[in-house]
């Protein structure tokens, strides 16, 4: 088996809270960009998107941000509930006509 | 509508033996991609499909890995022969593609593929 994986960065909040996950993107060519939600068991189920021409959009309370400067996303989720509790990975489209490049990943753990 | 439909879900083989992963995508759709998952790499794009033309295959590992995909509704991706290190989940995924546009991918259930 294998002895190392990649370590997930967690983020612990209580039911209630508003939460932010955070992503670093690595190239500046991409122009679109998505969150997808993953729980364990299942496939990534999309949540938001957003094109580079634009720096926020909004959903059913969650909101993506984009900061093209320092190549950085982030979706805030707004009162947070327990089944919000997944894995939460950002991906990038790149210089493939319809590649993503997906992130490593945040797991978001939501107590009651 | 019944989404990205993969079986099987599980598959579990000794090594060197042949395994054959299936797909088929949301009824409309004209790109489908497969990806596999480990705890060592996360997600990573394998190839992707339009069409039912393979676009970009440069993330497929080596020539033990292959795929196909005859028709709108159906692709196989295969791997021969089987070795332990490629025990993953193999996720499917398809989108509906026009000029540049951008549209999201739908993606199955996944296979977990255990090789002993």
């Known amino acids: 088996g294998e002895s190392v994986g990649l370590h997930l960065p967690t983020l612990s909040v209580q039911e209630g809270d508003n939460s932010i996950i955070n992503c670093a993107y690595s190239n500046s060519a991409s122009d679109y960009f998505i969150w997808y939600k993953q729980e364990s068991g299942k496939g990534p189920q999309f949540i938001i998107d957003?094109?580079?021409?634009?720096d926020k959009r909004q959903g059913q309370r969650v909101t993506v941000l984009l900061n093209k400067t320092v190549k950085h996303l982030s979706l805030q989720i707004a009162a947070t509930q327990p089944g919000d509790s997944a894995v939460y990975f950002c991906a990038e489209r790149g210089t493939g006509f319809q590649k993503l490049v997906f992130g490593t990943g945040t797991r978001l753990l939501v107590s009651p | 509508d019944a989404g990205v439909i993969q079986s099987p879900r599980h598959e579990v083989t000794e090594m060197g033996q042949e395994v054959t992963l299936r797909c088929k995508p949301i009824s409309g759709h004209n790109s489908l991609f497969w990806y596999r998952q480990t705890m060592m790499r996360g997600l990573e794009l394998l190839i992707y499909?339009?069409?039912?033309?393979?676009?970009?295959d440069s993330g497929m590992p080596e020539d033990r890995f292959s795929a196909k995909m005859p028709n709108a509704s159906f692709s196989t991706l295969k791997i021969q022969p089987s070795e332990p290190r490629d025990s993953a989940v193999y996720f499917c995924?398809?989108?509906?593609?026009?000029?540049?546009?951008?549209?999201?991918?739908?993606f199955g259930p996944g296979t977990r593929l255990t090789v002993t």
């Open positions: 499909f339009n069409n039912n033309v393979p676009i970009d």
């Open positions: 957003i094109r580079s021409n634009m």
């Open positions: 995924a398809s989108s509906l593609v026009s000029g540049t546009g951008i549209h999201e991918q739908y």
